[in-house]
């Protein structure tokens, strides 16, 4: 699997991390495991056809020492189509950013 990995988080990191996703973003039915909506503007032609499979989704995982997020754009109404796969150069690196403003948000120092 495609990530994008930080870790040697300190427990004091974790814990802001973990309160501010669970404010901003939709958490699953495990525990640490979020959702961040991917913007409308950075679907593909086929994520934009397929409106039946919409909204689309990065997961992204807490864990005491690091922050996981998957490369992989994910439809929480379906689980296999065309239209889900990894993540294109622009949607990957939307999303890096993404992560990368939270912890400039919460002024953590990677």
């Given at each position: 699997?495609?990530?994008?990995?930080i870790?040697?988080l300190?427990p004091?990191?974790?814990?802001k991390?973990?309160?501010?996703?669970?404010?901003?973003f939709d958490?699953?039915?495990m525990?640490?495991?979020y959702?961040?909506?991917l913007d409308?503007?950075?679907?593909?032609?086929?994520?934009?056809?397929?409106?039946e499979?919409?909204?689309?989704?990065?997961?992204?995982?807490?864990?005491?020492?690091?922050?996981?997020?998957?490369?992989l754009?994910?439809?929480?109404?379906?689980?296999?189509?065309?239209?889900?796969?990894?993540?294109?150069?622009?949607?990957r690196n939307?999303?890096i950013?993404?992560?990368?403003s939270?912890?400039?948000?919460?002024?953590?120092k990677t």
């Open positions: 699997m495609k990530q994008y990995v870790d040697e300190r004091a990191d974790y814990k991390i973990k309160a501010y996703l669970d404010e901003n958490s699953s039915s525990d640490g495991l959702w961040i909506l409308q503007e950075m679907l593909t032609d086929i994520q934009v056809e397929h409106t499979c919409q909204p689309f989704y990065f997961a992204i995982d807490i864990e005491p020492k690091l922050v996981s997020c998957e490369l754009v994910r439809s929480k109404n379906i689980i296999r189509c065309s239209c889900i796969g990894y993540a294109t150069e622009l949607q939307w999303i950013q993404v992560i990368d939270i912890f400039e948000k919460l002024e953590i």
